[in-house]
């Protein structure tokens, strides 16, 4: 198969949440003030600025069944992503076993890889801003977090193994997982 999509970000702050126009509390009194921090107008919701980013993410995939035995079937699949920019491309695969032991018992496994891209919020120049509440201050406070274009994709390798048990009227499973995760 293949897939195309479009992520996409936009936000266009109300003209007083705007830092571009009210950069600091000062400035909605007195728009020729100096700031020495650009902490918005308002103190509750922090300082916004607009942005419109848009990311083009190109897959291509397959996926194969294989009945090996009457009774040990294997999946096999791949993934490729293309997501352009600095953030760049993936292939991960993934191999799936599944043997059915007896009438009442199957047991399953697989290991794959996964790639999980930042959104553009996160890798484009700018800051985000978002309030929660912080019981230092005893309230809600905006906090800033500054996007770095640097920042990597993260990645994992993928582990799990498990058993199901189908006796009579009981149907029951039990599985084990590991994710090891990078950047």
């Known amino acids: 198969g293949t897939q195309y999509r479009e992520n996409g970000y936009k936000r266009d702050p ?69 997501y352009g920019g600095g953030i760049g491309d993936t292939t991960d695969p993934k191999l799936a076993l599944r043997w059915q032991v007896a009438d009442f018992l199957a047991l399953r496994g697989s290991v794959s890889t996964t790639f999980r891209a930042p959104p553009a919020t996160q890798t484009e120049p700018g800051s985000f801003v978002a309030s929660a509440f912080t019981p230092a201050a005893g309230g809600y406070k905006p906090f800033r977090t500054n996007s770095n274009p640097e920042l990597k994709p993260e990645t994992a390798t993928a582990f799990n193994v498990g058993a199901i048990v189908n006796v009579g009227g009981f149907r029951g499973s039990v599985d084990y997982w590991s994710f090891d995760f990078k950047d």
Do not use: K, W
């Open 14 to 82: 109300n003209d007083i949440s705007d830092v571009n126009l009210f950069p600091c509390a000062a400035s909605p009194l007195n728009p020729a003030a100096t700031c020495t921090a650009r902490t918005g107008a308002l103190s509750f919701n922090g300082a916004l600025s607009n942005y419109d980013l848009t990311q083009d993410v190109y897959a291509v995939f397959a996926e194969l069944s294989l009945p090996i035995t009457s009774s040990l079937q294997a999946q096999v699949a791949v993934r490729y992503e293309e």
